[in-house]
């Protein structure tokens, strides 16, 4: 299995800062054939389900704000927020469905 | 719009079994992969199964994370545009919500996901 490491575990961030979260796969989630990153991240805000923000590592969702935006190819990825809002506030999980089972980071939880 | 509506969770005691149900609509429902994800009280995210569409290569084929395998069984009814989990021989650290989710793509693979449920609430006690 392909184990998913973030850092750090929570992050405390001022309005307006900048907020960066690492991601860490225990293997390559790259497919030269497509060249692709099997990564995707979710937010998920206190008492909702996640919601989808980045996925193929850097596409952003559709209805996402730009101040959310990710990188990285292989093992290593990071999911950066570069103005934080006070909506930001939640616990961010990146997560690889590169093969099954489609394993989750632990989450970092982003507070202000 | 996509919607998926989770029933049938609650209270059940180790080693009994319980069945969950997952209402789409808004989407072609046979054409999209399909996956329970669980959260424990105050943890993180956990994958637990993949159903693949109808008709692809893999025939509807099934997959499932080590800590349910043998135990939990993904199934769908296209024609009730609904998924199911069969629970079994349920323990204490089943206990979570299980959200339904959608792939993002239709006719696709290994795919991200992107609309979820609100999920169902399984406790598992004596």
């Known amino acids: 299995d392909i184990v998913m490491t973030q850092s750090p575990d929570s992050l405390a961030v001022s309005l307006g800062e900048r907020a960066t979260i690492n991601c860490k796969s225990s293997?390559?989630?790259?497919?030269?054939?497509?060249?692709?990153?099997?990564l995707t991240w979710y937010q998920q805000r206190p008492g909702q389900p996640p919601k989808l923000l980045i996925y193929?590592?850097?596409t952003r969702e559709s209805g996402v704000p730009d101040r959310f935006s990710g990188s990285g190819s292989g093992t290593d990825f990071t999911l950066t927020i570069s103005s934080l809002q006070a909506e930001d506030v939640a616990v961010y999980y990146c997560?690889?469905?590169?093969?099954?089972?489609?394993?989750f980071g632990q989450g970092t939880k982003l507070e202000i | 719009q996509v919607q998926l509506v989770e029933s049938g969770g609650g209270v059940v005691q180790p080693g009994r079994s319980l069945r969950l149900s997952c209402a789409a609509s808004?989407?072609?429902?046979?054409?999209?992969?399909m996956h329970w994800v669980r959260q424990a009280p105050g943890k993180g995210l956990e994958w637990v199964a993949l159903?693949?569409?109808?008709?692809?290569?893999?025939?509807?084929?099934?997959y499932y994370a080590d800590s349910v395998k043998g135990r939990f069984t993904i199934s769908r009814d296209s024609s009730k545009n609904t998924l199911y989990l069969q629970m079994n021989s349920l323990r204490a650290e089943d206990t979570a919500v299980y959200y339904c989710?959608?792939?993002?793509?239709?006719?696709?693979?290994?795919?991200?996901?992107?609309?979820w449920g609100q999920g169902t609430l399984v406790t598992v006690s004596s």
């Open positions: 193929w590592a850097s």
């Open positions: 808004g989407f072609t429902f046979s054409s999209y992969g």
């Open positions: 997560q690889q469905h590169y093969s099954t089972p489609y394993t």
């Open positions: 159903i693949w569409y109808e008709g692809s290569n893999d025939g509807g084929n099934k």
């Open positions: 293997q390559s989630v790259f497919y030269s054939s497509n060249n692709k990153n099997y």
């Open positions: 989710v959608r792939e993002l793509d239709a006719y696709s693979g290994y795919v991200p996901l992107d609309h």
